[in-house]
């Protein structure tokens, strides 16, 4: 099965405040079935009453960790995709309340790649992917400093233990 078969009919929700965003994403996602929505009301509205295969969503602007609590509850995988609420308390808050992937808008031409990851984790079971935070380590690195994970030293000694796949189990999933 290729990549885009792998996205391909799948029923996606995004919520974000900026049109051209949504309007990029539709465009980068075009196999899939794209829901948009530009405020919190709306995006709560169509993440209570439809099911989606996985939803994305911005941080600021439209309260996407509010957002994030609701596809938690419903069991819908999300990515978490921002520019302005880039900081490692966001990226650590994101993963505590159950994001599945924590995506820099920098990074956003590769959303295909992250949403493949969450699609093959859940169909197979895998509660906690980590091939997202691989790839994108030596940007949060450059982004963050150096020592940026000390401030939240238990947490990434965690995650390292029960997140983080080997090279052998991303390329499986990949």
């Not at 093959?120 to 963050?144: M, Q, T, V």
Request: aromatic share 10%.
């Amino acid at each position: 099965m290729s990549g885009d078969d792998i996205l391909k009919g799948k029923r996606i929700l995004v919520v974000d405040d900026e049109e051209d965003i949504l309007e990029t994403i539709m465009d980068m996602l075009d196999m899939c079935i794209i829901e948009t929505a530009s405020t919190y009301e709306q995006g709560s509205e169509l993440l209570e009453k439809n099911d989606y295969d996985a939803v994305i969503l911005d941080i600021m602007g439209v309260k996407g960790f509010d957002l994030l609590k609701i596809a938690t509850r419903r069991k819908i995988p999300a990515l978490m995709l921002t520019a302005h609420g880039l900081n490692p308390d966001n990226l650590v808050g994101s993963i505590k309340l159950g994001a599945k992937s924590y995506i820099p808008k920098d990074r956003m031409y590769e959303i295909d790649i992250y949403l493949k990851e969450i699609i093959i984790a859940k169909n197979r079971g895998i509660e906690k992917p980590g091939g997202w935070f691989a790839r994108l380590s030596s940007f949060f690195d450059n982004r963050f400093g150096p020592k940026w994970k000390q401030k939240d030293k238990k947490f990434w000694e965690e995650f390292d233990r029960t997140y983080l796949i080997t090279k052998d189990e991303l390329e499986e999933i990949m």
